[in-house]
């Protein structure tokens, strides 16, 4: 989404940047774990499929993505791809009610158990609000994946669906200022240029 193209999102554990080119190999890389693939529900591509993924995030208006960084680790090193630890997304799947689809990947498994994806998916579903204008959060989460079940629940995202054939559970929340002051009492954040 070029709305994002230049835009940093800095909370207090993650600092999340667009989804860049220079990010594509480290990406791509990540994706070839099967682990992830079952996770994440995906299909692994090749490194030019990769690229033109990249590309269809960064220009398409119906979807949004960020790359989540360690932020003591970019601080320290300043290098990006060093500090690189997973992406969220967000693709908008009706335009009409404002409902967005909401993922987190926190790939670096040495990453993973320290609330980074916690905060990296309150960020996004905050810019989702303030500048996407959503009003509807949607996600779709494989059945395998209980990490990501229990946090979507501690979201307090409810169950909407489930699908056998696909193995995965849809977890929906519809926004509210309650829930708007909720999201901004677990992080905060501050909008950079990038």
């Known amino acids: 989404m070029k709305i994002n193209a ?15 080119k220079h990010h594509v190999e480290k990406y791509h890389y990540w994706m070839k774990s099967e682990e992830l693939q079952k ?16 590309k269809s995030w960064r220009e398409d208006e119906d979807k949004c993505t960020f790359i989540v960084l360690d932020k003591t680790r970019f601080e ?6 060093e500090s690189m630890i997973g992406d969220t997304n967000i693709f908008i799947v009706d335009q009409h ?19 980074f994806g916690w905060e990296a998916v309150i960020l996004m579903m905050l810019y989702g609000i303030d500048y996407i204008n959503l009003k509807t959060y949607e996600a779709k989460i494989s059945f395998a994946n209980k990490a990501s079940i229990e946090m979507f629940k501690k979201l307090m995202f409810e ?14 929340k519809h926004v509210t200022d309650t829930w708007i002051e909720w999201l901004n009492s677990q992080s905060k954040y501050n909008i950079q240029s990038y």
């Open 6 to 20: 230049a835009t940093k999102i800095i909370g207090r554990k993650v600092i999340l940047v667009p989804y860049s």
């Open 39 to 54: 996770l994440t529900a995906s299909e692994p591509l090749t490194l030019e499929e990769e690229y033109e993924m990249q």
């Open 76 to 81: 320290r090193d300043e290098n990006e791809l």
């Open 159 to 172: 169950e909407y669906s489930r699908s056998e054939t696909f193995q995965e559970v849809t977890f929906r």
């Open 97 to 115: 009610d404002n409902i967005g689809e909401i993922e987190i990947m926190i790939a670096e498994k040495s990453a993973r158990g320290k609330r």
